[in-house]
């Protein structure tokens, strides 16, 4: 079979089960093409809440991701099209271990970055994601914050914001920690004229040695819209393939071509044509989520809207 043909087998499937696929903007050409929204993990999440009349949401991502749309969404059923998808940094930290620093650290406000586990959520004040934690954390009102997991982002955000006292911890993302000053050194002498785009969770001497320091989404709309022709991209490489395609007469290079992350791209065509095929026989994976937990958990994503994120 083409890729082609279990596209469209998909997109019969798809309309059958009255299903919404969702595809993380890492996911690969051939899923985004059948995807029914794509975007970064905000952007996921609040377009799959406007779906009010869909039965089921199938996930092309990872397990943090699944659970968000669940907890914005909890009357329907949510799938991840790969059940081996997890983001190693969501795991990083344990809510025994934060409760225990929340304890010597009480009068912080605690700010948890959406690549984090339900229930890790549960024991923290507000989410922020990528695209919206210097905003969010801007608007908190307390100047003492304990930033979790990622310390290449909470580090991001308190440079932006010098008046906020942010206390990090030692987590992050395996892929874009590992990109170094001297790659995105050696790319800039290669490509003089291009813009360096990156991730924020990329290391602090990558985020300020940047033109543009963005989400996901945030760095194709700003490719997009750029006047300029030459573009760098600091984060999964995936990003970099998709740019391409969408704007042929523009250039973009790999500021490594290391940043792969390795649970995104386990998701396949055929998983997604699976997961819709056994989405009644239990054979699918399904994200299961108790109510007590969902309420939870679902309280700091709540305060983060509130907070316009
Ligand atoms: P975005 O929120 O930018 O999509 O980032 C999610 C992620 O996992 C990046 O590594
Ligand atoms: Fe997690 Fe990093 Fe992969 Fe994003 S790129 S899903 S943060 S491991």
Same mark, same amino acid.
């Given at each position: 079979?083409?890729?082609?043909?279990?596209?469209?087998?998909?997109?019969?499937?798809?309309?059958?089960?009255?299903?919404?696929?969702?595809?993380?903007?890492?996911?690969?050409?051939e899923?985004?093409?059948?995807?029914?929204?794509?975007?970064d993990?905000?952007a996921?999440?609040?377009?799959?809440?406007?779906?009010?009349?869909?039965?089921?949401?199938?996930?092309?991502?990872?397990?943090?991701?699944?659970?968000? @749309?669940?907890?914005?969404? #909890? $009357? !329907?059923?949510?799938? /991840?099209?790969?059940?081996?998808?997890?983001?190693?940094? +969501?795991?990083?930290?344990?809510?025994?271990?934060?409760?225990?620093?929340?304890?010597?650290?009480?009068?912080?406000?605690?700010?948890?970055?959406?690549?984090?586990?339900?229930?890790?959520?549960?024991?923290?004040?507000?989410?922020?994601?990528?695209?919206?934690?210097?905003?969010?954390?801007?608007?908190?009102?307390?100047?003492?914050?304990?930033?979790?997991?990622?310390?290449?982002?909470?580090?991001? @955000?308190?440079?932006?914001? #010098? $008046? !906020?006292?942010?206390? /990090?911890?030692?987590?992050?993302?395996?892929?874009?920690? +590992?990109?170094?000053?001297?790659?995105?050194?050696?790319?800039?002498?290669?490509?003089?004229?291009?813009?360096?785009?990156?991730?924020?969770?990329?290391?602090?001497?990558?985020?300020?040695?940047?033109?543009?320091?963005?989400?996901?989404?945030?760095?194709?709309?700003?490719?997009?819209?750029?006047?300029?022709?030459?573009?760098?991209?600091?984060?999964e490489?995936?990003?970099?393939?998709?740019?391409?395609?969408?704007?042929p007469?523009?250039?973009?290079?790999?500021?490594?071509?290391?940043?792969?992350?390795?649970?995104?791209?386990?998701?396949?065509?055929?998983d997604?044509?699976?997961?819709l095929?056994?989405?009644?026989?239990?054979?699918?994976?399904?994200?299961?989520?108790?109510?007590?937990?969902?309420?939870?958990?679902?309280?700091?994503?709540d305060?983060?809207?509130?907070l316009?994120?």
């Open positions: 079979m083409m890729i082609s043909d279990i596209q469209k087998k998909i997109i019969e499937l798809k309309k059958e089960k009255n299903a919404v696929i969702l595809a993380h903007s890492y996911q690969a050409k899923i985004t093409e059948i995807a029914d929204e794509t975007g993990s905000y996921l999440s609040v377009a799959a809440s406007r779906y009010k009349d869909c039965d089921a949401f199938i996930m092309c991502g990872v397990h943090f991701m699944a659970e968000t @749309v669940k907890m914005l969404s #909890p $009357d !329907k059923r949510v799938f /991840l099209a790969n059940e081996h998808a997890g983001c190693p940094m +969501a795991e990083q930290m344990d809510p025994v271990m934060i409760n225990q620093i929340k304890e010597k650290e009480p009068d912080r406000t605690v700010v948890a970055y959406i690549n984090t586990t339900a229930a890790l959520k549960t024991v923290c004040d507000v989410c922020v994601t990528s695209s919206t934690a210097v905003k969010i954390c801007k608007k908190i009102n307390n100047n003492k914050i304990l930033f979790i997991p990622d310390c290449n982002l909470g580090n991001y @955000v308190s440079k932006q914001l #010098p $008046d !906020k006292d942010i206390m /990090l911890l030692q987590g992050g993302c395996p892929v874009h920690s +590992a990109v170094k000053l001297c790659e995105l050194e050696a790319a800039k002498k290669r490509y003089p004229d291009a813009l360096v785009l990156v991730h924020p969770e990329c290391r602090p001497e990558i985020t300020e040695a940047a033109d543009y320091v963005g989400s996901t989404s945030g760095i194709m709309d700003f490719a997009k819209k750029s006047e300029y022709k030459e573009f760098i991209i600091g984060t490489i995936s990003i970099t393939e998709h740019l391409q395609y969408e704007c007469e523009k250039e973009f290079y790999n500021l490594s071509k290391e940043i792969i992350c390795p649970n995104m791209k386990l998701t396949t065509l055929i997604v044509y699976k997961t095929q056994n989405i009644d026989n239990g054979n699918a994976f399904e994200i299961k989520m108790d109510n007590e937990l969902i309420t939870k958990a679902k309280a700091c994503i305060e983060m809207i509130r316009g994120g």
